[in-house]
């Protein structure tokens, strides 16, 4: 009897390789558009932030008479507490009961409570207070001349210290310092 030769299916190896480089490709490809996304929606929700809270502020400065937003906060740097933090300190981990997050709340409740806005819980993409800085009329040169306050972010999500990026200044609304 003649044996009929059986014809064998499957792939080769050469065939499963270049499917495997083709997947790792496409992969990638997805991976490094997806961490472009992932930027951009988390400058995008800084920059809302920041408009959202410099709204408030000046709501709040508006509602207390035009007046300085160290008299609305009772500060004039709430966020030294955070910027103080040795660097490396990851704020997001810090108990809430922590120097940084009691000051930054407080600000954001006195903030709130003025304007009217909600700004209570208002938080970088990374979990960390934004940091708020009253200097209005600290140093200013000339002397006697109004300073900006400043509201930002910490630049590198994981460290504190000099990484601070002053996002938006906080304009007097009235031209004498109160």
């Not at 704020?91 to 909600?118: E, F, H, Q, R």
């Not at 993409?125 to 300073?147: L, S, V």
């Not at 994981?158 to 109160?178: D, E």
Request: aromatic fraction near 8%; charged fraction near 15%.
């Amino acid at each position: 009897m003649k044996r009929r030769a059986q014809k064998q299916t499957g792939f080769t190896i050469v065939e499963l390789l270049i499917v495997i480089v083709v997947i790792a490709i496409l992969a990638t490809v997805t991976v490094v558009a997806f961490n472009g996304t992932q930027q951009r929606a988390r400058l995008s929700k800084i920059d809302s932030d920041m408009r959202s809270l410099n709204q408030a502020i000046t709501m709040a400065r508006i509602n207390q008479g035009g007046v300085a937003l160290r008299y609305v906060t009772g500060s004039t740097a709430t966020g030294s507490i955070c910027w103080g933090k040795a660097s490396g300190t990851n704020l997001a981990t810090l108990l809430l009961t922590d120097g940084c997050w009691t000051s930054y709340v407080s600000a954001l409740n006195a903030i709130s409570n003025a304007s009217g806005v909600n700004v209570r819980g208002l938080v970088d993409p990374w979990g960390r207070p934004y940091y708020i800085d009253e200097n209005e009329g600290e140093g200013a040169d000339p002397p006697n001349a109004c300073g900006d306050d400043w509201i930002g972010y910490y630049s590198n999500p994981f460290t504190t210290g000099q990484t601070m990026t002053k996002h938006t200044t906080v304009r007097n609304i009235q031209p004498a310092c109160i």
